[in-house]
C-alpha cells in the first residue's frame, strides 16, 4: 500500500486515480504538506510513499527523514519537478530510495513503486548521470581544498560484489543468490560498508561506488 505528498490537489488526485486502478497497487492516505505526510506515515505505515520535495511548511526532504526515523520500513519516492542534482542528493542522504519526475509517465511511476516496494532503488535514468557528475565536482572540490573521501580501500572483495549486486538493484535475498552468501551474512556486509565508507543509506553506497569507480555505473 502507498501514500502521495503533493500539494497541487489536481495532480495528486490524478496520480491517486491512475494507482488504484491497478490490480496491485493501492493508495491509503493523500497529504497537502509534510507534516500532514508525517502523520500518516506514523498511522498507517505504508509500504511506499510518494513525495514532492517543495511541499508548504515542512518540506519533502526533511519530512523523509522524519518518516525514515518514525517507520523505518516506509520506503520513499521523490516525486518532483526539480531535477536539481543537490535536491536528488539531499534525498538520497535523507534515505529516500527513488526519485521521480512528474514528467514521467504514470505508467513509470506505478513501476517504480513496485520497484521500491520490493526493495530497489530507482532514480530517473536522464538523472542517473547528473548525479554522478555532481558527485565527480564533490571529490576534485575536496581534492583541490586538501580534503578526502571516505577511503574505499578498505573495503573486501567480497564487500565490493555486495555492493556490484545492490547496484543491480537486487534486494537482500537476490544479493544472497548473486554473491553465494545467506541472507544475515549480506546484512553484515551492507552494515559493514555503510560504516567503512561513513554512508547513511545504501543509495549513498551505490553511487558513491559509481563515482570512485569500484563498480561499474
Known sequence: MSALLDDHALYRRGV????DDADDLEVVAEAADGQEAVEAAIALAPDVILMDVRVPGMDGIEACRRIIEATPTTRIIMLTVSDDADDLLDAVKAGAAGYVLKETSIADIADSVRRVAIGHSFVSPDLAGRVLDEFAAMALRES???GSTADPTGLTAREIAVLGAMADGLNDPGIAS?????????????????????????????LFAMRDRLIDP
Do not use: P
Request: charge should be negative; proline fraction near 0%.
Open 16 to 19: 491517486v486515480v491512475e494507482l
Open 144 to 146: 583541490e581544498a586538501g
Open 178 to 206: 548473486a554473491v553465494g552468501l545467506d541472507e544475515h551474512a549480506v546484512r553484515n556486509h551492507v552494515r559493514n560498508i555503510l560504516e567503512k565508507l561513513e554512508l547513511a543509506s545504501r543509495t549513498e553506497a551505490v
